[in-house]
């Protein structure tokens, strides 16, 4: 872990809010210690609600980085990435992430856990036979 990265991470979360966005902030570092990518949140300034810092830059390295590369970059990041960005990272191929703020030091701080706590009721599974089809033989 490098201290130095991840005081930069909070310094863009310093940044974003300082901006008007959600405190939140990211960079990319390569195996040798260089910064290849950073950003902030701007889910309020681009009306977008996938523009997390996280997300952003899994983005740029799934389409910048070779994956050997990639493997070897570390995202360093002011709070954990939230489900939607863990996704992202884990398809991006990054091979790890260092982070401030634990889930649970956020919601402490959040009250609530923030927008991804709310409930959201699903459904399924159904027509199995049918939604099979296009991915059957596909992997």
Same mark, same amino acid.
């Given at each position: 872990?490098?201290?130095?990265?991840?005081?930069?991470?909070?310094?863009? $979360?310093?940044?974003?809010?300082?901006?008007?966005?959600?405190?939140?902030?990211s960079?990319?570092?390569?195996?040798?210690?260089? *910064?290849?990518?950073?950003?902030? +949140?701007? *889910?309020?300034?681009? +009306?977008?609600?996938?523009?997390?810092?996280?997300?952003?830059?899994?983005?740029?390295? $799934?389409?910048?980085?070779?994956? %050997?590369?990639?493997?070897? !970059?570390?995202?360093?990041?002011? !709070? @954990?990435?939230?489900?939607?960005?863990?996704?992202?990272?884990?398809?991006? =191929?990054?091979?790890? *992430?260092?982070?401030?703020?634990?889930?649970?030091? @956020?919601?402490?701080? !959040? =009250?609530?856990?923030?927008?991804?706590?709310?409930?959201?009721?699903? %459904?399924?599974?159904?027509?199995?036979?049918?939604?099979?089809?296009?991915?059957d033989?596909?992997?």
């Open positions: 872990m490098n201290e130095r990265h991840l005081r930069r991470a909070i310094e863009l $979360a310093h940044e974003a809010r300082a901006a008007g966005d959600m405190p939140y902030g960079l990319l570092v390569g195996p040798d210690g260089e *910064v290849l990518a950073e950003d902030r +949140n701007t *889910v309020i300034s681009d +009306n977008d609600i996938s523009a997390h810092p996280e997300f952003k830059l899994a983005v740029w390295a $799934a389409r910048e980085l070779a994956p %050997e590369l990639a493997r070897q !970059t570390t995202m360093y990041t002011s !709070t @954990h990435p939230c489900p939607m960005c863990q996704g992202a990272i884990a398809r991006s =191929g990054l091979g790890r *992430v260092v982070f401030a703020l634990s889930p649970e030091q @956020h919601a402490q701080l !959040t =009250g609530s856990g923030g927008p991804d706590a709310r409930p959201v009721a699903y %459904e399924g599974p159904a027509l199995f036979d049918e939604a099979r089809k296009p991915i033989g596909y992997y």
